[in-house]
């Protein structure tokens, strides 16, 4: 079956570092992005990882374990702009099906 | 701004109409998206048309019907909707349907059945 587990709501200061959680049992595996979401608005891309390892680009990482079936996104000198839910999906082997997380609704505080 | 655009961004509408939402890409892609997000469930992939065809329908009723005529529009037509169908209705755009091919979403209409 497929199933994203993430959690729920994360709260960080500003100009902290919050690593958000992803695990992931899906049919196959064609790739993991994180998108972010703000209220009221639509999801944006962050990132994407297919190879295990680590992506770097700018404040944002995000990590990837195919063994574990597991990513993180971490967000460094954090800010209040990136209160927003962040949604974690899989794109599975077979067609185009992509299975979303329910995403972690992260609150920066001052 | 994204570059693409849906038109309602709000629709109240009775069990007994029917509707229609529309999507629109500016970004030359030839993959589209419509997927429903209903409070506190995880964002749900409804259809997926490649190059106008649809090769995903994951398992939605049919009292919503898609039409895809051409690469840069996508419709979602509505008829005897249930009021659990109330969510937003997010449409997406992708260059293909390639794994790595990030998706760029729509602004959603906020639908809601009485």
Same mark, same amino acid.
């Given at each position: 079956?497929?199933?994203?587990?993430?959690?729920?709501?994360?709260?960080?200061?500003?100009?902290?570092?919050?690593?958000?959680?992803?695990t992931?049992?899906?049919?196959?595996?064609?790739?993991?992005?994180?998108?972010?979401?703000?209220?009221?608005?639509?999801?944006? +891309?962050?990132s994407?990882n297919?190879?295990?390892?680590?992506?770097?680009?700018?404040? +944002?990482?995000?990590?990837?374990?195919?063994?574990?079936?597991?990513?993180?996104? $971490?967000?460094?000198?954090?800010?209040?702009?990136?209160?927003?839910?962040?949604?974690?999906?899989?794109?599975?082997?077979?067609?185009?099906? +992509?299975?979303?997380?329910?995403?972690?609704?992260?609150?920066?505080?001052? | 701004?994204?570059?693409?655009?849906?038109?309602?961004?709000?629709?109240?509408?009775?069990?007994?109409?029917?509707?229609?939402?529309?999507?629109?890409?500016?970004?030359g892609?030839?993959?589209?998206?419509?997927?429903?997000?209903?409070?506190?469930?995880?964002?749900?992939?409804?259809?997926?048309?490649?190059?106008?065809?649809?090769?995903?329908?994951?398992?939605?009723?049919?009292?919503?019907?898609?039409?895809?005529?051409n690469?840069?529009?996508? +419709?979602?037509? $509505?008829?005897?909707?249930?009021?659990?169908?109330?969510?937003?209705? $997010?449409?997406?755009?992708?260059?293909?349907t390639?794994?790595?091919?990030?998706?760029?979403?729509?602004?959603?209409?906020?639908?809601?059945v009485?």
């Amino acid at each position: 079956g497929q199933n994203i587990d993430q959690p729920t709501e994360m709260t960080a200061t500003e100009g902290a570092i919050v690593q958000i959680n992803c695990t992931y049992q899906t049919s196959g595996f064609n790739g993991l992005f994180w998108y972010q979401q703000h209220a009221g608005e639509a999801p944006t +891309f962050l990132s994407y990882n297919v190879l295990d390892g680590l992506e770097e680009k700018g404040r +944002f990482s995000s990590f990837l374990s195919r063994s574990k079936g597991y990513s993180y996104l $971490l967000l460094k000198e954090l800010q209040m702009k990136d209160s927003a839910s962040y949604l974690c999906a899989v794109r599975e082997n077979y067609g185009q099906n +992509f299975v979303f997380g329910p995403g972690t609704r992260l609150s920066v505080l001052p | 701004e994204t570059g693409v655009t849906q038109t309602p961004r709000h629709l109240v509408m009775g069990m007994t109409n029917k509707k229609s939402l529309k999507c629109e890409q500016h970004l030359g892609h030839n993959a589209m998206y419509w997927y429903k997000q209903s409070a506190k469930k995880p964002l749900e992939l409804m259809f997926v048309y490649n190059f106008k065809e649809q090769t995903e329908n994951n398992s939605v009723p049919s009292r919503f019907s898609p039409e895809c005529p051409n690469s840069s529009h996508l +419709f979602l037509h $509505l008829h005897t909707l249930q009021p659990e169908d109330s969510a937003l209705y $997010l449409c997406a755009s992708s260059q293909g349907t390639s794994p790595s091919y990030e998706q760029y979403f729509g602004p959603g209409t906020r639908l809601t059945v009485t």
